[in-house]
């Protein structure tokens, strides 16, 4: 059962809930909050992994990053330790192999190879948190990872399906933070808050754009229906999307985990790294973070490009194009990944350029002429993503 999918998944949502509620009323401390969370995520797991055979992997796939994630640690913090690039890109490759051949699975069935029984769904996001551990590891920035603690971050099931990303210190840190009863329940009416929102956006305006509009427009071919299509298309995965992260953040706050948001007023960038501050944030600022700046800063190290700016161009390119790939294989994917990285780095050649030219200027009616702009570009992208154009 895909978390937050239909209806009957909110009835099921209530076991877990109910106490994690009373437990926040009561003001417990947050050791027994973190053995709930636990408890929880493991009872929520047997409904989530099913049939068994999906349990059986993501139980196999957990040990896996466990074991390497144990390894790695004890590496880093042995006399013999030392901070060597080739162990750390080993275990980031084998922490993130698993992911990858689901990625490539459905190319190699296309050409007649095998199929493998790796695949459930999740595995993107669980495969984030391990490999950003792994990475804040080898920064020296975690000293300790507990098997308990591991679990309920890696299988959180609020966010075990679609997100948000999570970062192992900040959970950890919310899981035995003592919350006192004032505090869990503004947290509590917050975490409502998100949940009503995301009723509104995904049981109600994404089902409408698409039994109404996207539904027709997919039996209808041309200029005039595409150009609709992009539009209808792009608000369908915008609340829909929307309405997934809303749901986990408002139940994480109940749970008394204050998980960051993943959407931001996207429609209203004045600019393409704006969107990317405001849309899917939790994954952008995790490939910012942990791909493009470290790409830079090595190159800058390493000395590999004449100047900064071509250092910055070529980790656009890179950064955006594993993105695309993450999102599958297909060309549709690819290509929404290079478009948006023609798109930052067009942006960032103008936005130097316009410290001397001065074309762009300032005020209301520039702000309103970038937002417009910014958005056809960013629904352009979208149609790229659904795969009409290919």
Known sequence: MTPFEDFSFFIY???PMVPAVLLGILGVSGKVRAAWVLLSTLGML????????VLYQIEGYLLFQWIIVRLYLSY???????????VFYLVTFLAILPLVIVKINPSFIALGFWQTVIGFIGISYLTFRTAGIIMEIRDGLIKEVRLVDFISFV???????????????????DLYKPLTRQEYGELAIQGMDYIFRGFLYKFIIAYLINKYWLEPLNQTFGFLPTLKYMYVYGFYLFFNFAG???FAIGVSYLMGIKTPINFDKPFISKNIKDFWNRWHISLSFWFRDYIYMRFVL?????????NRYTASYVGYLFLFGIMGVWHGTQLQYVLYGLYHAGLMIGFDFLERK??????????PIWDLSAILVTFHFVMFGF????????
Do not use: H
């Open 46 to 53: 047997l409904l989530i992994g099913r049939p068994l055979s």
């Open 76 to 86: 880093r913090l042995s006399t013999l330790g030392k901070n060597r690039a080739g």
């Open 155 to 173: 299988l959180f099931f609020p966010t075990i399906a679609s997100g948000p990303i999570d970062r192992y210190r900040r959970f950890v840190t």
């Open 13 to 15: 949502l209530l076991i």
């Open 244 to 246: 997934y992260s809303a």
């Open 298 to 306: 090595d190159s800058a190290k390493k000395k590999r490009f004449k």
């Open 383 to 390: 149609l790229i993503f659904s795969g009409r154009l290919v």
């Open 354 to 363: 316009n410290k001397t030219w001065k074309y762009w200027g300032t005020g």
